[in-house]
């Protein structure tokens, strides 16, 4: 969503793409923060914070935002993307779908 932020966007605007910011502050309120956190499983955490500022009602500039990619979330959720490739390959199909029973013939 990041990519669709513009300069000259209307705070609201920037709220939808974004959602509501983690910290507002009432001393800067041309300031809004976001800070994404993942933990996978075996507890490795990942942080990203990215600040947008406004000047009035209107989007001046953005800092920060070196957040991985959607893809590159799911590889750190999986394991990456070897683990993922393991998975699908030990995953069995099965042949046939088993259809419904028919009406009951009296």
Avoid: C
């Avoid at 605007?13 to 923060?33: K, S, Y």
């Avoid at 990942?46 to 893809?71: C, I």
């Avoid at 959720?77 to 042949?95: D, F, L, M, R």
């Amino acid at each position: 969503m990041l990519t669709q932020v513009k300069e000259g966007m209307t705070r609201e605007q920037v709220r939808f793409a974004l959602g509501t910011p983690l910290i507002t502050d009432v001393f800067h309120d041309d300031r809004w923060d976001y800070v994404f956190r993942l933990q996978k499983g075996n507890g490795e955490v990942t942080t990203s914070r990215v600040s947008v500022f406004f000047n009035g009602n209107l989007l001046a500039r953005v800092d920060g935002g070196n957040l991985p990619t959607e893809n590159d979330y799911l590889d750190r959720i999986s394991g990456g993307a070897a683990e993922a490739k393991k998975s699908v390959k030990n995953v069995e199909i099965a042949p046939s779908v088993p259809t419904a029973p028919g009406p009951a013939k009296n």
